[in-house]
């Protein structure tokens, strides 16, 4: 999986954000 490092960070950034969204709900 090749991608830039930005582009990288921003899909880490999501995924986390996604998490915290749900442990918020629960």
């Known amino acids: 999986l090749k991608m830039p490092p930005k582009k990288f960070a921003e ?12 442990e918020l709900v629960v």
């Open 11 to 22: 899909l880490n950034e999501i995924k986390y954000n996604t998490i915290q969204e749900k």
